[in-house]
């Protein structure tokens, strides 16, 4: 059986492509943790920021918050 022991990571607010919370979730990552995240719907380049991630981990995923 494969090992369930994997490193998740949940982040709220990366609501711009500057801003503190995506530095988080690039770097956490980067270090090759799975990522869920939190944003606003006016998020400037949550495409770019999503596959960013995706390309230095092996999950992860978004939820879009309404204001």
Request: glycine share 6%.
């Amino acid at each position: 059986m494969e090992s369930m022991n994997r490193k998740v990571a949940i982040v709220t607010g990366a609501s711009r492509a500057s801003g503190i919370s995506t530095a988080v979730c690039l770097s956490l990552a980067k270090a090759g943790v799975d990522v869920f995240f939190t944003h606003w719907t006016a998020f400037d380049r949550i495409e770019e920021m999503g596959k960013s991630v995706i390309s230095r981990t092996n999950y992860v995923t978004r939820l879009k918050v309404l204001a």
